[in-house]
């Protein structure tokens, strides 16, 4: 009996009712070319569509690649991602949304990344924002003081959410089921999986995303379940890892002032962040913060746009 092969790399695809996009998404991972085996586990959940049906058969078509785990009733994204992440073989884990897909050369740069750099932990990559009005813009721009440098934990703690979430890989032995029932999945995971390293950001172009304005990363617009998950969020991780208060409660305090101005009555929920922080913001690091949201937030004419 043959043995079986171990993937290097772990792609893992959330979708739900992405009948409209979830070919161009599994087509792009199939094609990629790299120097090493990769599977891409699709998990879908529950969907009504026919998503399933074409998931099927990429299957047939590539059975060596495709594993597909389809939920017996929909259980909701949070778990379905649990769900998929804890059964990735490889030994660096990438995460895709259904109706995302990649652009040539994704899987080998980001792996070789990981490869020569051990100190780093999580990556992502820039990416090409697109409606289906056919606007179509690279983020962030190239001048993002964010691209190819260490990012600590520090500074997620600073941020908030970082980076897409199609464009995440990060290296298995890191993956915690310890937010498996925390709703804002993907900022607080990368806050874990960046563990005692770093993370980075390349700057090269290697996937497109498919706006909604309710989006939790990427500079999405704010509004009430938005900033509660990233409240919630900054709560937990004061609690974890106290010695990073005073970076989110200077985080708070901009949100708070921001959402009080813009006469935003969830205001009180970054308030709430900023008393319970019980210490004194961190001024010094106000222009750093200041540049990330420059360079980070969605330009403003994908701003009204729904993710479909």
């Avoid at 949070?78 to 998929?84: D, E, Q, R, S, T």
């Avoid at 750099?117 to 964010?146: F, Q, S, T």
Wanted: with cysteine; net charge positive; proline share 4%.
């Amino acid at each position: 009996m043959q043995e079986e092969k171990i993937p290097k790399v772990s792609v893992c695809v959330v979708t739900y009712n992405h009948v409209k996009y979830i070919r161009q998404c599994l087509q792009s991972l199939v094609e990629q070319k790299t120097n090493f085996s990769f599977e891409v586990i699709v998990g879908d959940d529950y969907s009504t569509d026919g998503t399933r049906v074409i998931i099927d058969e990429f299957v047939q078509k590539y059975p060596t690649i495709i594993r597909p785990i389809y939920q017996k009733k929909n259980i909701g994204p949070l778990a379905n991602y649990m769900a998929i992440h804890r059964s990735a073989k490889g030994s660096y884990v990438a995460h895709m949304d259904g109706d995302d897909y990649a652009l040539p050369g994704k899987l080998q740069k980001q792996a070789d990344k990981l490869d020569h750099e051990p100190g780093i932990n999580i990556l992502w990559h820039r990416m090409e924002l697109v409606n289906d009005n056919g606007l179509r813009r690279a983020h962030p721009d190239l001048k993002a003081p964010y691209l190819n440098v260490n990012i600590s934990r520090a500074d997620l703690m600073l941020y908030g959410p970082f980076g897409q979430h199609s464009s995440t890989m990060y290296r298995k032995e890191n993956f915690s089921l310890r937010y498996a029932d925390f709703q804002a999945v993907d900022w607080i995971l990368s806050v874990e999986l960046i563990g005692d390293g770093s993370g980075f950001m390349l700057h090269d172009l290697l996937g497109v995303y498919r706006v909604h304005s309710e989006g939790l990363t990427g500079g999405a617009v704010a509004n009430s379940k938005t900033r509660g998950l990233v409240c919630d969020c900054q709560l937990d991780l004061m609690k974890r890892f106290p010695e990073h208060k005073s970076l989110v409660a200077l985080r708070a305090l901009f949100t708070t002032a921001f959402d009080f101005i813009s006469f935003r009555k969830y205001f009180i929920k970054s308030l709430n962040v900023l008393i319970q922080a019980k210490t004194i913001p961190k001024l010094s690091a106000a222009l750093k913060l200041l540049k990330f949201c420059r360079f980070s937030k969605l330009p403003a004419e994908f701003k009204l746009v729904k993710r479909v």
